[in-house]
């Protein structure tokens, strides 16, 4: 795969290619491939990071510093989609970027309706930053693709995921709601950033939104199943009633580990959330892997 990204990338040796997100999880897989191909770019964080020969690190808080373009280049926005429009509306006019590719979420979707009003604050979040960032590329002529994708896994620090594995291993078994029949479709972070490199270099993926899924749909009990399997352990899966669950969630929200956890999360387990990607494989070739038999980053 180094190979043919290195074959595909040759055409941006002209271009700055800035990343920002880089600590991310598609961001720690993006660096390497484009460091593979050669490419050197400016990667940013708000922590300070070692330089290597081909990453020049940037020390920056998306929300009070601009970004700083001086030569033709392509942008890979990794990190939340609501802090790109506003960098873009205080870029110079004459700014040199050519091309965007950026990351939202299906949660612009399976959270609009969601009952936690949180949650509901996402969803608008999302489709209102997509909106400005369609609308800004659009007045200064700038190329953009937008990825959707689910939920991502694959380098051990993702919340979903990594989180059940950890919660396994601490208690041995993992709780359920009912039966945990609702269908994901896991999508792994090295996954997308290959998709970030195929779309850069595909003219079909201009101007165009992606929702970026895993290449096998389960239920949440066989994900939970398969990550016991991972972790080499006999699957031991419990069902809990949704008002025992609720109280649980509530009492250990407190816990850094556990404050993501909802009251919506959990009864989501029981809803499909799925997306299609046939048109992410039209358009570049976008080939995402199973989840059951891969290196799930732990
Ligand atoms: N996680 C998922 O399952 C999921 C699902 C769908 C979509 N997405 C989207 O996919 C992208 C990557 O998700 P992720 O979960 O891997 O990462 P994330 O937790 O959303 O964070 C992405 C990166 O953004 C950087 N960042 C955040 N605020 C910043 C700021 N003010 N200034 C500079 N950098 C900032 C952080 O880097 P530093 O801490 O190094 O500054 C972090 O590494 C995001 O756009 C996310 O919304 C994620």
């Known amino acids: 795969m180094t190979i043919e990204i290195k074959n595909m990338l040759t055409d941006l040796n002209q271009a700055e290619v800035l990343v920002t997100g880089a600590t991310s999880q598609i961001g720690q897989c993006l660096l390497p491939h ?38 033709s280049s392509l942008l890979f926005h990794v990190a939340p989609l609501p802090l790109l429009p506003p960098l873009l509306t205080h870029l110079p006019n004459n700014a040199p ?29 999302l489709t209102e930053a997509e909106t400005a960032l369609i609308t800004i590329c659009q007045a200064r002529d700038i190329a953009w693709t937008l990825f959707r994708p689910t939920l991502i896994y694959g380098c051990g620090i993702d919340k979903n995921v990594t989180f059940i594995a950890r919660f396994i291993r601490r208690f041995g078994f993992f709780p359920l709601v009912g039966q945990g029949k609702g269908l994901r479709q896991p999508v792994h972070a090295d996954d997308l950033a290959i998709a970030c490199v195929q779309a850069c270099l595909s003219p079909k993926a201009i ?53 993501h956890l909802s009251a919506a999360m959990i009864a989501r387990m029981n809803q499909d959330l799925c ?20 290196d799930m980053g732990f």
């Not at 970027?97 to 979040?125: G, H, M, V, Y």
């Not at 991972?230 to 899966?237: E, M």
Request: hydrophobic residues 35%; charged residues 15%.
């Open 275 to 294: 997306f299609d990607y046939t048109m992410a494989y039209h358009d570049f070739g976008y080939q995402p892997r199973t989840f059951s038999d891969t």
């Open 34 to 71: 484009l460091q593979a191909a050669g490419i050197t770019m400016t990667a940013i964080s708000r922590q300070p990071q070692s330089n290597t020969a081909y990453i020049v690190w940037q020390q920056s808080n998306l929300q009070i510093s601009p970004l700083s373009i001086s030569q």
């Open 97 to 125: 970027l050519k091309k965007i590719i950026a990351f939202s979420s299906t949660s612009c979707f399976t959270k609009a309706n969601s009952p936690d009003p949180k949650e509901r604050r996402i969803a608008t979040q």
């Open 207 to 259: 101007n165009k939104a992606y929702n970026l899924s895993g290449g096998q749909t389960l239920t949440y009990y066989d994900m939970v199943k398969a990550i016991f399997h991972h972790l080499g352990k006999k699957p031991r899966i419990m069902s809990i009633p949704l008002p025992l669950f609720k109280f649980t969630t509530r009492c250990l929200s407190g816990l850094p580990t556990y404050a």
